[in-house]
């Protein structure tokens, strides 16, 4: 029939070609995820639990950790970290441990997430305030180590409960991030607006630093790899997150809903559904990526 009458035809294709794209997934389009509460000066350090639960540090007051469920259900996890303590990055070990950069108290905390019992599991005073952790398979972490009033910053490994310094002659580093194949450990400087690349070696020890990207505007926070070596930076004052390729190449940049996204980390049932932490609006939002993050897949 449809071969007799050619405006039938054409009714027909227009609507296949209709439907197929109603299937087509939309990437790169931010949406709010979930409203956490009015207080979000301190949002930040969001990951993702082997359950699919999203966990984040300072909703609703300073030294607290908040959870949403995997139906989307938001609460406060931790009410009161141990007095003096205020987290930031949180990132969680291949036992499900979370690890909490405490920059008040100069520590990298462990929290066992079923029975929420806190403690420390390496702290160093001449930390200035441990900002954000990278960490590889084998449970060995980075952490960046800003001073914002001298605009300068360090970067240490945290491995068998100790600090190690590795740099002490950065700019403010923030965000830290390790290549998929853990041979590659970026680290951020936000005044500076460098991403910088250092080569990393079966003992954590780094070499080779080179610049990796250079941004001409507007500052840095966390990073993420995603399985494909693709890494993405999270702009804060400029309200977006942008991708860079393994070479360092700018890919696009995400629009955000607010101003001041904090942190970045990979979830959802498949690894590719960015969630992203801002301080300027009291939601999380979410954006749906090509590839499943790095540390989401192992």
């Not at 610049?211 to 500052?219: N, T, V």
Request: hydrophobic share 35%.
């Amino acid at each position: 029939m449809f071969m007799k009458n050619p405006r039938l035809l054409k009714l027909a294709l227009l609507l296949m070609f209709f439907m197929s794209c109603d299937k087509r997934e939309i990437l790169y389009q931010s949406q709010d995820f979930v409203f956490v509460g009015e207080f979000t000066s301190g949002l930040e350090g969001p990951a993702v639990d082997r359950e699919g639960n999203l966990y984040f540090v300072n909703p609703v007051h300073s030294g607290s950790v908040g959870k949403v469920d995997t139906e989307g259900n938001f609460s406060l996890f931790i009410e009161h970290l141990p007095e003096g303590s205020t987290a930031n990055g949180i990132r969680f070990g291949e036992d499900q441990s979370m690890f909490l950069a405490d920059y008040t108290g100069h520590n990298v905390l462990k929290v066992n997430i079923q029975t929420t019992e806190v403690s420390v599991y390496a702290h160093d005073s001449l930390l200035n305030q441990p900002n954000d952790l990278a960490i590889c398979a084998n449970g060995r972490m980075f952490a960046s180590d800003p001073n914002w009033k001298n605009s300068t910053g360090q970067l240490w490994r945290v491995e068998n409960n100790q600090f190690h310094l590795l740099a002490n002659d950065m700019g403010t580093t923030n965000g830290v991030e390790v290549s998929p194949n853990e041979k590659t450990l970026y680290v951020n400087e936000s005044v500076q607006k460098s991403v910088w690349a250092f080569d990393l070696d079966g003992e954590g020890n780094i070499s080779n630093k080179r610049l990796f990207h250079q941004f001409k505007d507007f500052g840095m926070d966390g990073m993420r790899c995603d399985v494909n070596g693709n890494l993405y930076v999270t702009r804060y004052g400029k309200g977006t997150v942008a991708k860079l390729s393994p070479d360092g190449v700018l890919l696009l940049e995400v629009q955000m809903k607010g101003k001041k996204p904090s942190n970045i980390a990979f979830g959802g049932k498949d690894g590719k559904t960015a969630f992203v932490t801002l301080q300027d609006r009291g939601f999380i939002e979410t954006f749906r990526v090509e590839n499943a993050g790095r540390s989401f897949v192992k």
